[in-house]
Protein backbone atom coordinates (compact mmCIF):
# COMPACT_ATOMS: atom_id res chain seq x y z
CA UNK A 1 0.00 0.00 0.00
CA UNK A 2 1.32 3.52 -1.05
CA UNK A 3 1.25 6.05 1.28
CA UNK A 4 1.81 9.44 1.31
CA UNK A 5 1.99 11.56 4.10
CA UNK A 6 -0.54 13.59 2.88
CA UNK A 7 -2.64 11.18 2.63
CA UNK A 8 -2.49 10.97 6.56
CA UNK A 9 -5.28 11.50 9.07
CA UNK A 10 -6.05 12.07 12.61
CA UNK A 11 -9.53 12.48 13.03
CA UNK A 12 -10.85 13.89 16.50
CA UNK A 13 -12.93 11.31 18.32
CA UNK A 14 -11.85 8.05 16.59
CA UNK A 15 -8.49 6.15 17.40
CA UNK A 16 -5.62 5.53 15.12
CA UNK A 17 -4.83 6.79 11.78
CA UNK A 18 -6.47 6.87 8.30
CA UNK A 19 -5.42 7.27 5.07
CA UNK A 20 -7.67 9.10 2.72
CA UNK A 21 -9.17 7.87 0.32
CA UNK A 22 -11.92 10.37 -1.08
CA UNK A 23 -14.32 13.36 -0.80
CA UNK A 24 -17.84 12.23 -0.51
CA UNK A 25 -20.28 14.33 -0.31
CA UNK A 26 -21.91 14.15 3.29
CA UNK A 27 -17.75 14.01 4.36
CA UNK A 28 -14.45 12.29 4.14
CA UNK A 29 -13.62 8.42 2.86
CA UNK A 30 -11.15 7.23 4.94
CA UNK A 31 -9.90 3.93 5.33
CA UNK A 32 -7.85 2.69 8.94
CA UNK A 33 -4.51 1.95 9.08
CA UNK A 34 -5.35 -0.12 12.02
CA UNK A 35 -8.27 -2.85 10.46
CA UNK A 36 -8.22 -1.39 6.91
CA UNK A 37 -12.22 -0.73 7.32
CA UNK A 38 -13.28 2.29 5.05
CA UNK A 39 -15.38 4.76 7.30
CA UNK A 40 -17.00 7.95 5.91
CA UNK A 41 -16.43 10.77 8.33
CA UNK A 42 -18.65 13.17 8.65
CA UNK A 43 -18.43 17.38 6.83
CA UNK A 44 -18.65 18.26 10.56
CA UNK A 45 -15.81 15.81 12.32
CA UNK A 46 -12.50 17.45 13.33
CA UNK A 47 -10.09 16.23 10.56
CA UNK A 48 -6.39 17.36 10.67
CA UNK A 49 -3.51 15.58 8.25
CA UNK A 50 -0.81 14.81 10.22
CA UNK A 51 1.43 16.89 8.17
CA UNK A 52 -0.12 19.96 9.60
CA UNK A 53 0.40 18.78 13.15
CA UNK A 54 3.13 20.16 15.14
CA UNK A 55 4.32 19.79 18.77
CA UNK A 56 5.39 22.98 21.34
CA UNK A 57 8.62 23.17 22.12
CA UNK A 58 10.04 26.07 25.03
CA UNK A 59 10.68 28.27 21.60
CA UNK A 60 8.73 27.15 18.55
CA UNK A 61 6.15 24.87 17.33
CA UNK A 62 8.07 21.28 15.50
CA UNK A 63 6.20 19.20 12.86
CA UNK A 64 4.85 16.41 14.12
CA UNK A 65 6.69 13.99 11.73
CA UNK A 66 9.88 15.33 12.64
CA UNK A 67 9.18 14.52 16.23
CA UNK A 68 8.10 10.75 14.76
CA UNK A 69 11.70 11.03 13.24
CA UNK A 70 13.03 11.61 16.36
CA UNK A 71 11.64 8.68 18.02
CA UNK A 72 12.76 6.32 15.32
CA UNK A 73 15.86 7.40 15.56
CA UNK A 74 15.67 6.78 19.29
CA UNK A 75 14.05 3.07 19.20
CA UNK A 76 16.47 2.65 16.00
CA UNK A 77 13.17 1.71 14.02
CA UNK A 78 11.90 -0.31 16.85
CA UNK A 79 8.44 0.27 18.38
CA UNK A 80 8.69 2.77 21.24
CA UNK A 81 7.29 2.33 24.63
CA UNK A 82 3.69 1.10 24.93
CA UNK A 83 1.42 4.00 25.08
CA UNK A 84 -0.73 2.74 27.99
CA UNK A 85 1.81 2.66 30.21
CA UNK A 86 2.20 5.26 33.39
CA UNK A 87 1.74 8.76 32.90
CA UNK A 88 5.43 9.86 34.30
CA UNK A 89 7.45 6.76 32.35
CA UNK A 90 5.53 8.46 29.30
CA UNK A 91 6.63 12.29 29.93
CA UNK A 92 9.87 11.08 30.51
CA UNK A 93 10.26 8.91 27.60
CA UNK A 94 9.48 11.93 25.20
CA UNK A 95 11.71 14.10 27.61
CA UNK A 96 14.61 11.64 26.21
CA UNK A 97 13.04 12.35 22.26
CA UNK A 98 12.12 15.80 22.40
CA UNK A 99 13.50 17.57 25.56
CA UNK A 100 12.64 21.05 25.03
CA UNK A 101 8.67 19.72 24.56
CA UNK A 102 6.83 22.70 26.45
CA UNK A 103 5.57 20.97 29.47
CA UNK A 104 2.34 23.48 30.02
CA UNK A 105 1.04 23.11 26.74
CA UNK A 106 1.89 18.97 25.64
CA UNK A 107 -0.41 17.15 27.87
CA UNK A 108 0.25 13.62 28.91
CA UNK A 109 -2.63 12.48 26.65
CA UNK A 110 -1.23 14.08 23.74
CA UNK A 111 2.12 12.18 24.25
CA UNK A 112 0.15 8.86 24.37
CA UNK A 113 -1.43 9.66 20.87
CA UNK A 114 1.86 10.56 19.43
CA UNK A 115 3.36 7.42 20.47
CA UNK A 116 0.27 5.37 19.49
CA UNK A 117 0.83 6.48 16.14
CA UNK A 118 4.37 6.00 15.82
CA UNK A 119 3.94 2.54 17.04
CA UNK A 120 1.13 2.24 14.54
CA UNK A 121 3.18 3.53 11.42
CA UNK A 122 6.02 1.17 13.04
CA UNK A 123 3.87 -1.75 12.75
CA UNK A 124 2.57 -1.05 9.34
CA UNK A 125 6.30 -0.57 8.20
CA UNK A 126 5.37 2.98 7.03
CA UNK A 127 7.89 4.97 8.84
CA UNK A 128 9.28 5.90 5.25
CA UNK A 129 6.46 7.76 4.67
CA UNK A 130 8.02 10.51 7.67
CA UNK A 131 10.76 11.18 4.98
CA UNK A 132 8.34 12.37 1.93
CA UNK A 133 8.56 16.03 1.26
CA UNK A 134 5.17 17.92 1.44
CA UNK A 135 4.53 17.00 -2.49
CA UNK A 136 4.79 13.18 -1.43
CA UNK A 137 8.32 12.62 -2.56
CA UNK A 138 11.33 11.86 -0.93
CA UNK A 139 14.06 14.89 -1.12
CA UNK A 140 16.49 14.94 -4.14
CA UNK A 141 19.64 12.87 -2.91
CA UNK A 142 17.80 10.66 -0.90
CA UNK A 143 16.97 6.97 -2.18
Known sequence: MEVKLKELLAISGYSGLFRFISQG???VIVESLTDGKRTLIPASARVSAIADIAVFTQTEEIPLKDVLKKIEVLENGGPA?????AD??????????????DRDRVYTSDIKK??????LLQSKELLEVLNQTDE???PEGEK
Open 81 to 85: INNKS
Open 88 to 101: KEIRSYFEKVLPEF
Open 136 to 138: GVK
Open 25 to 27: RQG
Open 114 to 119: IIGWYN
